[in-house]
């Protein structure tokens, strides 16, 4: 069997259910593959780890990979099962914001290792500068939780629908207390979770080959857990070895990622991408890209797997 | 005997301060839960309160007070939170024959505990080797030493997924990298506390051996080494939990898939204070015990020497 | 292949330059002193770099030194926000104040038998606790800025300066503490005249220890939240973004700052304690 | 065997009193006699010297005067309070069988020591420091340090540093242990006179005998294991001794004497 | 004034010779004059004392004799080689003036330190520990830790160390200054024996006249800053001598010399 190792960039949980419904359905090992999963966290930078021959492919988001391509580091997409991105402001209802223009003298909790620069560029389009003061936007650099909402450090926090919205519900909050604003609503939203390799690599038939049976397999096992939500949530479950993650939580995370991954077979749309790439460059004084990246996608695997 | 009392009794005036301290530290959340529950809360909206001093609010609420010592997720939980999250994830589940899942802290003691002593050895071993060289060559001593001071401004935390990187792409996984981010954190304690201690003879003890016409080796070996033990040990005992850390840290960028670091980071995504808490407490625990091992070597290598005075 | 070689050409020349000085007849001045680490680090530098070349290590891997240099160049002005973020705001001001209150507690401890019986296992205890683990909980209840990154210093400097001023202070010989028996005098005298003194070699070297932990403690508490400035912020950004040459130009500045502390105390400790055996050679 | 030894004085105008005094040192190999019903009276104005083979609890004796010990049996009485209460009244100038000089100070502020935790005037200070300097052969090193001398001058700024405040008992641990005879011989002479001048009760512990018998009006004899008192000489020498004292028959007597009972202490073991 | 000193002998047996040697220390405050134009043989089976204040130099000699110091101006031979080529033939005996025990070795380990280091069998080394064990009246304390011992009996464990082995010179500083006069006439006659049974070559540091007149062939009366030497007695005492040859006239005599020499020194200051 051929080995094939996937760096993922968070935990393990609901959010890569696919990729572990495909080790644990054995559809890795109906295409002769011998898949290890590397789960990430927040001192992981996966094209890093690919970079230096940790991992064969790595699950990412677009800005970040886009960003390391311009640091000369060739990552290319190979295939893009989240057609939606799920990331989104949540606010405290009672601070009254209730537009993207009421952020003016507000407390922001965003997340960076370039996940800043949609934000950026919102805000950007929005008119509303990002370095405090009365009219600006005080910025924060949010750690993995949700604390800073709930502790009232700020006003608003990054969250994903499936991960840190439904934690900020779980410690009691109900949704009236909240208002949320999607980057997909915002016109901002920027590609996440796709699949990427190295450049040279896909130079090579045998590691094409490969790449292609990794695909279908993935997506076999994205579609089967959108099918099996429960069953898909148990997996990760199993599968987690910080004995960290509770069912009820994973579950409800299983349920929001079908609506993220279900309008994609897992080949990029060129619309999305160029979307992704006018908002990155769009990101104010300081962009992540200065240029429209060449190259950074390609249709031959999944054409090659759905086929 | 003695330390025994002084130790409670600064104890149960700690525990008491920190059961204290929860009310002001989880009144606003309390409070807020409260609301939600539909209780009468003085004054009403969080918003209201969130400029208030946290005082007050106890005193206006003093209903809540109980509450404070037992939310799900509090600012500061209340020492027997922490303590039952303790036993649930140690002796509970030793009692339910599960000492080594997933959700207990053994396991996860033992995952961190297993690269801390390999980094630990590795540390040490490093330590022990430069401080002879440094003691031995000055060259060594004149460029290594500034340098070995240079290397523990860096943030371990910023290094540590590149050394794990750089590692990966040399081929080594598993433990080692985790070791070596903890054998990086404990050779400097060794290396300071060793020369100190290969140089502490004095001019009389080594002048002595230059009548003998003793060689380096024969000064080393009989009496360096052995009026260094003091100085090895005491900065063992610091390296030793500079390692614990150091292995904690490594586990971080490496996925944090198991060990007491991941239960830390994991605790922290979640907002599961509770779970920090007790994770905090198993590594400091866990320090204490490597410690006291060595002490427990320290003295009765110290006697066999005749030094145990 | 060729840059390698030159690599190990290169460290056998800067050793066999560094032996020749430090077994030479002018050892012993300052200027030989201060070139020797110097040489060394400039050959270190010069063999990284020829490596980095010579093996065509990536960017995103380990950048060359010459690139951490354009990176700093370019850089200033952030990284000089950057420093006086996390370390005169962050930093410094932790630092005096977890060592002057380790200070005051070690003179209570002192005082105190009971105490210092009862604290100093449960003080080496708290100080067993990973600082990755405390630093997350001090940002949630301190908030986003500099105060909670000196509250982590504190946490990290408090003991080491607490256990070691404590262990000086009870460092005097009993030679020397009968004398002050024999003249009746109080307790603030012999803790002027004497306990002070010969603890001083003792709090130095707890002072010595807690300036690297205190920059790097700064430094790490960012990671777990922060403004939009800062060292251990612009770290865990740029490492995001693959930056790695402005990683490393902020640890150099990390270095250099934490280098000069330690030296600015070290120099300190020399002219108080120049009485010292370590210290008159 | 363990004699009576005459210590009958007139009660009156004594400054100590031991009677019965035991010490045990707790060891972790076992007790340690150090001192043995140990009883002795010395007047004021006595010049007591102790000597004995080493180990024999001279040392030992002394701390138990000074308040530095305490005796697990017996009585001791300091100008009639306990020792604890005179060492309050700061009645001792002591100098230690190391010389203990602070490194951190000079000389000349190491003799200060005292003098500013007794609470003298700056100038006081200065004026004794130049005194006692001279007294010891000193003047000139007041602003070395302790490790810039030789072990021999460092023990004459220890007794320097005891003279320079007016401590009625002035106990002295072999302070002249590390000198040369001939400054022995001159600080011997100095130390007479100062105590002819002063009035002064001094123990003083030596392990030479002509030295003890030159300057003591009471030699105490000890033996070792555990610590007793073997035989106390009353010197009948005059006050007034010029050096060449050391040569009457009854000088040589009296030395002969402690010599004796040093042996006799020595063929115990 | 600088006397130029009788070191005229046979050259064939001269173990030591130094010719005009200068020692200066450069300390912070200005270099020190330690030794000033030294002239001095010694002669194979010779017993030589050195004697003098405090800080005259008499443990520096002693120290550039044994290649622990180097002498910054003029010239020394031991056995017609350098003292460091000496050295390295293991020549030396050495007896520091404090004891200088390693904490970490029992009394008899730390006698064997020297006997391990110069590769004597095991055997040999148990049997040479228990000869000097008995020499220096501590056997049965050679399982004992150094602080467990008194200051005396540490002195003496570090004479049996330096006599442990075969070194041709025994060079001895201040040995036996802690201890009581009974042990150290003891010790004194014991040296002797052994001097006179092996015929080593002795340099000799101490404070006391009559221990110097008593065990020396040879007695070198030095003064301080700079450190010269002022007088150097051959002495006339048979090699066979009792104690009570201390009371003889000729000894008396040389007593008196030996004083004058060294008050001649303390005048110069
Ligand atoms: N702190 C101590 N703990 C245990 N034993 C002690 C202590 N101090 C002294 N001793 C023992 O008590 C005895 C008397 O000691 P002391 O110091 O009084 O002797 P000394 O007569 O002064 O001897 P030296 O002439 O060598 O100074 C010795 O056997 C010594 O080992
Ligand atoms: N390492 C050194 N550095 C500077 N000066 C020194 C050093 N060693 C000795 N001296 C000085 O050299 C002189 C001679 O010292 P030395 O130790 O030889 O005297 P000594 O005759 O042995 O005295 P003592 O009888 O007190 O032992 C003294 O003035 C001393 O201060
Ligand atoms: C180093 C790094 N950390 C976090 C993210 C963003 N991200 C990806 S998954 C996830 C968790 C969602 O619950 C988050 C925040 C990233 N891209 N890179
Ligand atoms: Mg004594
Ligand atoms: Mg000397």
Not at chain 1, 74 to 102: E, R
Not at chain 2, 120 to 136: E, P
Not at chain 3, 56 to 74: K, N, Q, R
Not at chain 3, 152 to 170: D, E, H, I, S, Y
Request: glycine fraction near 10%; proline fraction near 5%; include cysteine.
């Amino acid at each position: 069997a051929d080995e094939v190792r996937l760096q993922l960039q968070w935990v393990t949980q609901a959010q890569f259910a696919g990729y572990y419904v495909a080790l644990d359905k054995g559809f890795y090992g109906e295409e002769d593959l011998d898949v290890t999963i590397l789960p990430g966290g927040p001192d992981i930078a996966p094209p890093q780890v690919l970079a230096g021959g940790g991992a064969d492919v790595m699950l990412n988001w677009m800005p970040s990979a886009l960003a390391a391509r311009e640091k000369g580091l060739p990552v290319v997409n190979i295939a893009q099962p989240f057609k939606t991105s799920g990331l989104m402001l949540t606010c405290w209802k009672d601070t009254g914001i209730t537009s993207p223009a009421d952020f003016k003298g507000k407390t922001i909790g965003v997340w960076f290792y370039g996940n800043e620069y949609p934000f950026l560029s919102w805000m950007s389009k929005e008119g509303i500068s990002t370095d405090g003061g009365e009219d600006g936007v005080t910025v924060l650099k949010q750690g993995f939780n949700v604390d800073p909402l709930l502790q009232r450090q700020a006003d608003c926090i990054s969250t994903m629908t499936y991960n840190e919205y439904g934690q900020v519900l779980d410690s009691g909050v109900s949704e009236d207390e909240l208002v949320t604003f999607k980057y997909e609503d915002q016109g901002v939203a920027t590609l996440e979770d796709g699949i990427y390799a190295l450049e040279a690599n896909l130079e090579d038939p045998a590691f094409q080959d490969k790449m292609v049976r990794f695909v279908r397999a993935s997506m076999k096992g994205w579609k089967y857990a959108e099918a099996n939500p429960s069953e898909a949530a148990d997996i990760v479950l199993d599968n987690d070895a910080s004995g960290a993650q509770t069912e009820a939580h994973q579950q409800r995370m299983m349920a929001e990622i079908a609506k993220l991954t279900a309008g994609s077979n897992g080949s990029l749309d060129p619309a999305d991408f160029d979307r992704t790439v006018s908002t990155l460059l769009g990101g104010g004084s300081d962009p992540v890209i200065t240029k429209i990246p060449e190259g950074a996608w390609t249709h031959s695997i999944t054409d090659a797997a759905l086929n | 005997m003695k330390t025994l009392i002084a130790v409670l009794t600064v104890l149960s005036v700690i525990i008491a301060f920190w059961y204290a301290a929860c009310l002001p530290m989880n009144i606003k959340g309390v409070l807020t839960e409260a609301e939600r529950a539909g209780a009468e809360v003085t004054p009403a909206g969080a918003k209201e309160r969130r400029d208030l001093g946290e005082f007050g609010l106890v005193l206006d609420n003093r209903f809540a007070i109980p509450a404070t010592w037992a939310q799900d997720r509090p600012r500061l939980p209340a020492p027997h939170q922490v303590a039952q999250e303790l036993w649930k994830t140690t002796g509970a589940m030793v009692l339910k024959g599960k000492m080594m899942s997933k959700r207990s802290l053994f396991y996860h003691g033992w995952v961190t505990l297993s690269a801390t002593l390999l980094g630990f050895a590795i540390g040490t071993g490093l330590g022990i080797l430069l401080a002879v060289g440094i003691v031995h060559s000055r060259v060594m001593d004149m460029s290594v030493m500034p340098w070995a001071i240079v290397s523990q401004t860096i943030p371990i935390i910023a290094l540590a997924p590149m050394i794990i990187v750089v590692l990966y792409s040399v081929g080594v996984q598993g433990i080692l990298p985790k070791a070596v981010i903890s054998a990086y954190l404990s050779f400097f304690p060794v290396v300071v506390g060793m020369v100190k201690g290969l140089r502490s003879p004095d001019g009389m003890q080594l002048d002595l051996l230059r009548t003998y016409n003793a060689s380096t080796n024969q000064g080393f070996w009989k009496l360096r080494l052995p009026a260094s033990m003091p100085y090895l040990f005491a900065s063992l005992k610091i390296g030793i939990a500079a390692s614990l850390v150091g292995a904690i840290v490594g586990e971080l960028p490496t996925g944090a898939v198991a060990g007491l670091g991941a239960r830390l980071l994991g605790g922290s995504y979640y907002g599961q204070t509770v779970q920090i808490w007790s994770a905090l407490f198993a590594a400091a625990i866990l320090a204490a015990c490597l410690v006291a091992l060595l002490g427990l070597i320290e003295r009765s290598v110290l006697k066999r020497m005749g030094m145990g005075a | 292949m060729i840059l390698v070689i030159l690599a190990v050409l290169v460290w056998c020349g800067g050793w066999w330059l560094n032996s020749r000085l430090a077994n030479g007849s002018y050892a012993a001045t300052r200027e030989v002193q201060l070139l020797v680490p110097v040489i060394f680090g400039l050959t270190l530098v010069l063999v990284w770099q020829l490596l980095v070349r010579g093996l065509m290590v990536p960017l995103v891997i380990l950048p060359a030194p010459t690139d951490i240099a354009s990176a700093f160049g370019a850089n200033l002005p952030k990284l000089w926000e950057d420093f006086l973020q996390t370390f005169v705001k962050g930093a410094l001001s932790g630092y005096v104040i977890g060592c002057s209150a380790a200070f005051l507690m070690a003179i209570v401890m002192d005082r105190s038998d009971f105490l210092r019986r009862g604290l100093l296992p449960v003080g080496n205890f708290v100080a067993a606790l990973p600082i990755v683990g405390t630093a997350p909980i001090l940002v949630m209840w301190f908030g986003f800025d500099w105060h909670s990154k000196a509250a982590v210093v504190v946490v990290m400097v408090f003991f080491p300066v607490l256990v070691n001023t404590v262990a000086g202070l009870r460092e005097t010989s009993a030679m020397q503490r009968d004398l002050m028996q024999t003249y009746a005098a109080s307790y603030w005298q012999s803790f002027f005249k004497l306990r002070l003194p010969a603890a001083l070699p003792f709090i130095f070297n707890g002072l010595k220890i807690s300036t690297t932990l205190a920059l790097v403690g700064a430094i790490v508490a960012e990671f777990f939240g922060s403004p939009t400035v800062g060292m251990g912020f612009r770290i865990s950004t740029s490492v995001g973004q693959l930056a790695l040459d402005m990683v490393w130009a902020e640890i150099v500045v990390a270095a250099l700052a934490g280098s000069m502390f330690y030296g600015a105390v070290a120099l300190v400790e020399k002219s108080l304690t120049f009485w010292h055996p370590s210290q008159r050679r | 065997m363990n004699i009576e030894t005459t210590t009958q004085a007139d009660a009156t105008n004594a400054v100590v009193e031991a009677r019965n005094l035991d010490l045990v040192f707790p060891t972790n190999d076992g007790p340690v006699q150090a001192l043995k019903d140990v009883n002795l009276t010395i007047n004021k104005g006595d010049f007591v010297s102790f000597i004995g083979p080493s180990g024999c609890g001279k040392t030992t004796f002394l701390r138990v005067m000074a308040a530095l010990e305490q005796p697990t049996g017996g009585e001791i009485t300091v100008n009639g309070m306990t020792p604890d209460e005179a060492r309050r009244e700061r009645a001792y100038g002591y100098v230690f069988q190391a010389s203990g000089l602070y490194p951190w100070r000079n000389i000349a502020r190491n003799i200060k020591l005292p003098l500013e935790i007794m609470g003298y005037s700056k100038a006081e200070q200065e004026k004794r420091v130049n005194e006692v300097l001279e007294l010891v052969e000193l003047s000139g090193f007041g602003g070395k340090y302790p490790w810039q001398l030789s072990g021999g001058m460092q023990q004459r700024a220890s007794i320097a540093r005891a003279l320079a405040f007016d401590a009625d008992i002035l106990l002295m641990d072999e302070p002249f242990g590390a000198l040369d005879e001939i400054v022995r011989d001159h600080l011997n002479e100095q130390l007479l006179k100062l105590w002819a001048r002063t009035n002064k009760t001094i123990g003083f512990v030596t392990h030479s005998i002509p030295e003890a018998v030159y300057l003591s009006t009471k030699i105490v004899v000890m033996s070792p294991r555990p610590g007793r008192i073997t035989d106390v000489i009353e010197s009948p020498l005059p006050k007034e001794r010029p050096l060449d004292i050391r040569d009457s028959p009854e000088f040589i007597e009296i030395a002969h004497r402690v010599r004796e009972g040093l042996r006799a202490g020595h063929s115990d073991d």
